[in-house]
């Protein structure tokens, strides 16, 4: 099992940042791929950002905005968000997946409020 812990949201005006953490215990041994997810009210859970070996993609709505990065002696993911939008206001979701003996196991952290305001 593995165990997400997310923290760093908050409310923020317009232009402004927020970095998102999100720290991993358990069996992390077998995880190959950490990322962040985001759902507004309404909406579905759509990818922002996710980091997988050495390379990252990005949402095009995070492109050139947002940041991931992963410390892994302190199996943290942070999720560096600049120039925030109102758009931008969603719950921020931490996903880990496990690669255990060729099968995949996805599990998520319980989500942290992100609020934008114009």
């Known amino acids: 099992q593995v165990q997400l812990v997310e923290s760093g949201g908050g409310l923020v005006q317009a232009g402004g940042s927020l970095r998102l953490s999100c720290a991993a215990s358990g069996s992390i041994f077998s995880i190959n791929a950490m990322g962040w997810y985001r759902q507004a009210p309404g909406k579905q859970r759509e990818l922002v950002a996710a980091t997988r070996g050495g390379s990252t993609n990005y949402a095009d709505s995070a492109k050139g905005r947002f940041t991931i990065s992963r410390d892994n002696a302190k199996n943290t993911v942070y999720l560096q968000m600049n120039s925030l939008k109102p758009e931008d206001t969603a719950v921020y979701y931490c996903?880990?997946?496990?690669?255990?003996?060729?099968?995949?196991?996805?599990?998520w952290g319980q989500g942290t409020q992100v609020t934008v305001s114009s």
């Open positions: 996903k880990a997946e496990r690669n255990l003996y060729g099968r995949i196991y996805d599990y």
